[in-house]
Nanobody
């Protein structure tokens, strides 16, 4: 029984910032290979924007957010953040936290099918 709770979304003007949080809980010791943030806008496919490969501390960012978004792990090891700066209307979407037992780092991108557990989603809206 693994649960992810994501939060921190809201409405912000272009150029603003938001920080999303994801808290992972389970009834047993759970050490996912990768914790990631995906987003999905209306009429578009789910897109992986940031990933944290936990064993090595390696991060991944989609080109569309590189330099603006930062994924990090809290000292408690079960909380993950997505710091989003310089937001644009193109960032408007429902954002989901997800955890994978194994997501291959060598792919060069994140695949939703690799992730077994998902948060409920938190809405981010960026206005002009």
């Amino acid at each position: 029984q693994v649960q992810l709770v994501d939060s921190g979304g809201g409405s912000v003007q272009a150029g603003g910032s938001l920080r999303l949080s994801c808290v992972i809980s389970s009834g047993y010791i759970y050490s996912p290979n990768c914790v990631a943030w995906f987003r999905q806008a209306p009429g578009k496919e789910r897109e992986g924007v940031a990933g944290f490969y936990t064993s090595a501390g390696i991060t991944y960012y989609a080109d569309s957010v590189k330099g603006r978004f930062t994924i990090s792990q809290d000292n408690d090891k079960r909380t993950f953040y997505l710091q989003m700066d310089s937001l644009t209307p193109e960032d408007t979407a429902m954002y989901y936290c997800a955890a994978a037992n194994f997501a291959p780092v060598a792919l060069g991108h994140l695949r939703p099918g690799d992730f077994e557990d998902w948060g409920q989603g938190t809405q981010v809206t960026v206005s002009d």
